[in-house]
T-cell receptor, first 113, second 112 residues
Framework: DGGITQSPKYLFRKEGQNVTLSCEQN?????MYWYRQDPGQGLRLIYY???????QKGDIAEGYSVSREKKESFPLTVTSAQKNPTAFYLC????????????FGDGTRLSIL | GENVEQHPSTLSVQEGDSAVIKCTYS??????FPWYKQELGKRPQLIID?????GEKKDQRIAVTLNKTAKHFSLHITETQPEDSAVYFC???????????FGSGTKLNVKP
């Protein structure tokens, strides 16, 4: 969806470095999500936020952190504590509530230098 | 928590044939089931979804069926075309939290 913008498209991380992935949406959606996708696997939830200034851990939150200071923005930081960060990261947003689809950005591919 | 299993992991069909992908879920409280199509290196895109108060939904060549008793749902693609080649993901969700649990994906290859 053109309403969700992820940047950068490709990102390289050095050992011991924190990196931040950007996710912006102009759909006026309340809920936002971060997923990790490894080759040949499904999407695993890292963090999600139902409303500004509130967020919850997903299934694989260790080594990641997020903030939700603005409705349209939900950046994800991959910290040095995440020992295997190489993956495709997808951000999504939703109106929220029952039975609403999530809409995805184009993703960021993170690799280790 | 919810566990969604998806089969098969790969599926190869001849152009014009039908393709069926099946998912099972473990949480009987799940009540929303979307299907996404993901082309290589691109974003997942919603192709069809179904809510628990409906047994079947159809949109042109795509249909989804839901069996709440057996806790499984299926994606049916008829008259497949080469552009249907992609990875398809099912998901299950419940309540107002809209937290999705995804299957592991099915790579569909439609041979011309």
């Amino acid at each position: 969806d053109g309403g969700i913008t992820q940047s950068p498209k490709y990102l390289f991380r050095k050992e011991g470095q924190n990196v931040t992935l950007s996710c912006e949406q102009n759909l006026n959606h309340d809920a936002m999500y971060w997923y990790r996708q490894d080759p040949g696997q499904g999407l695993r939830l890292i963090y999600y936020s139902q409303i500004v200034n509130d967020f919850q851990k997903g299934d694989i939150a260790e080594g990641y952190s997020v903030s939700r200071e603005k409705k349209e923005s939900f950046p994800l930081t991959v910290t040095s504590a995440q020992k295997n960060p190489t993956a495709f990261y997808l951000c999504a947003s939703s109106i929220g509530g029952f039975g609403q689809p999530q809409h995805f950005g184009d993703g960021t591919r993170l690799s280790i230098l | 928590g919810e566990n969604v299993e998806q089969h098969p992991s790969t599926l190869s069909v001849q152009e014009g044939d039908s393709a069926v992908i099946k998912c099972t879920y473990s949480d009987s409280a799940s009540n929303y089931f979307p299907w996404y199509k993901q082309e290589l290196g691109k974003r997942p895109q919603l192709i069809i979804d179904i809510r628990s108060n409906v047994g079947e939904k159809k949109d042109q060549r795509i249909a989804v069926t839901l069996n709440k008793t057996a806790k499984h749902f299926s994606l049916h693609i008829t008259e497949t075309q080469p552009e249907d080649s992609a990875v398809y993901f099912c998901a299950a969700s419940r309540g107002n939290f809209n937290k999705f649990y995804f299957g592991s994906g099915t790579k569909l290859n439609v041979k011309p």
